[in-house]
């Protein structure tokens, strides 16, 4: 691959953000930091909720925002579809179509061309697909993805890349697919109106290829974008082998901006993915797992359709802080696992609290590590929160967590 051109290298981009290094894990990767954008601050390290028709299923904006939700993701895939890119010009971009103050990250779009289109083909000019309406031909290039995302008005726009399953076998595709995604990343560069108000973020890809990986991350890094991100993960490729690809991506960022990587969300890859370095994670699971009426604890995922919750008067999670489970004496609502039962499989009530508890679960769980890690005891946090959850019963712990912490010096399982 060709190296970036000089001004990519010596001149500073554009950017719409600050990124404050709060605190740094002495142990560990793992940092704490102040994320400012347009719409307000935001704490690193971060879950971001995934509104991706603009909307979070089972939530208004403002129940949103009382999860302590200050970022949250939209689907620019989606919203190009409907209500389409002349309704977000009209009514000045998705901030106002929700009602959301707070900031928005959009993806490029790409990643559903691929996962949700069977006949999606992908070539240089860009992603060639079908309507899902009416059948018709459309093309998704960069030029369009970032268009799209300038409409939209969101405070961080990803880079349309070429997105390959990391499972796939076919090497070859996976490094085409890599230096595909930095020469798109130099159209969307190109095509971005806005980095006054909208900041560009990089992908790297490379699939399991460490070595790809780590070429991607030089490239990228060389283009300058206010942010990046790790793509191509968590789609079926073993935990051990992501732990890899992000650890080794990480020691290549610098310091001095967020590292995103896309598409996490279960808590053990989260507490894990922040002691390697990562800052700000996104995913679709709190709130589907809440419509099959699944409750996220600090002990496990509890499926309160079950026949033994149809008595238990108990809070969803007891300790919770959230709306749904502090009781009325507290501002809450004092809502109990045998309601949930009842009304899961019935009523979309049931469904609407958990996705109330469950977002607000994972934000408080990067805003505990976020303590951890500024107080210097992340170490502990990790060890406690897989103890926590497995009972004390370390052979259940999962082997990739352990090798993971261990290679940034935490033994979770003895007494380090």
């Given amino acids: 691959m060709s190296a970036p051109e000089d001004d990519m290298v010596l001149l500073p981009r554009p950017s719409a953000l600050t990124f404050d290094l709060v605190a740094k894990c002495t142990t560990t990767k793992a940092r704490a930091a102040v994320l400012t954008l347009p719409h307000g601050k935001v704490q690193l390290p971060m879950f971001m909720p995934v509104a991706t028709q603009a909307s979070l299923k089972g939530l208004t904006p403002k129940q949103l925002e009382e999860t302590s939700c200050r970022l949250c993701l939209n689907n620019t895939y989606h919203l190009g579809l409907k209500p389409g890119q002349k309704t977000l ?123 790809l990986r780590k070429e991607c991350c030089k490239e990228m890094v060389a283009r300058d974008t206010p942010g990046i991100a790790i793509g191509g993960l968590s789609g079926g490729e073993a935990k051990a082998e992501y732990c890899k690809v992000v650890d080794t991506c990480t020691d290549l960022l610098p310091d001095h901006k967020p590292r995103y990587v896309m598409g996490v969300g279960y808590p053990e890859d989260i507490v894990v993915s922040i002691a390697l370095g990562a800052d700000m994670f996104d995913c679709v699971w709190p709130t ?115 090798d993971a912490l261990m290679g940034v010096g935490v033994d979770i399982v003895g007494g380090g």
């Fill in 89 to 211: 010009d009209a009514i000045g971009g998705a901030h106002k179509l929700q009602s959301w103050p707070h900031n928005i990250l959009t993806d490029s779009g790409g990643f559903q061309m691929v996962s949700l289109l069977e006949l999606a083909q992908v070539t240089e000019e860009g992603v060639r697909f079908l309507s899902p309406h009416d059948g018709t031909p459309m093309l998704l290039t960069p030029e369009h993805s970032i268009s799209l995302q300038n409409s939209i008005g969101s405070d961080i726009i990803m880079q349309l890349d070429d997105v390959i399953a990391t499972t796939s076998p076919d090497h070859a595709r996976i490094e085409e697919a890599m230096h595909r995604s930095v020469r798109w990343l130099d159209r969307c560069i190109e095509a971005h109106e806005k980095p006054d108000s909208q900041n560009l973020f990089c992908i790297i890809q490379g699939g399991l290829d460490l070595e």
């Fill in 288 to 402: 589907r797992t809440a419509r099959f009426g699944n409750a996220i604890t600090n002990s496990g995922v509890f499926n309160l359709k079950n026949a033994a919750y149809a008595y238990d008067f108990r809070p969803v999670d007891e300790g919770c802080t959230c709306t749904c489970c502090r009781p009325p004496s507290e501002g809450g609502l004092g809502i109990t696992r045998a309601y949930i039962h009842h009304t899961a499989a019935k009523e979309t009530a049931g469904a609407h609290l958990l996705s109330i508890h469950n977002v607000h679960y994972l934000l408080d769980l990067v805003r505990r590590a976020r303590e951890a890690i500024i107080e210097q005891r992340y170490p502990a946090f990790a060890k406690d929160y897989f103890n926590t959850l497995y009972a004390g019963q370390t052979e259940k712990y999962p082997r990739w967590a352990v």
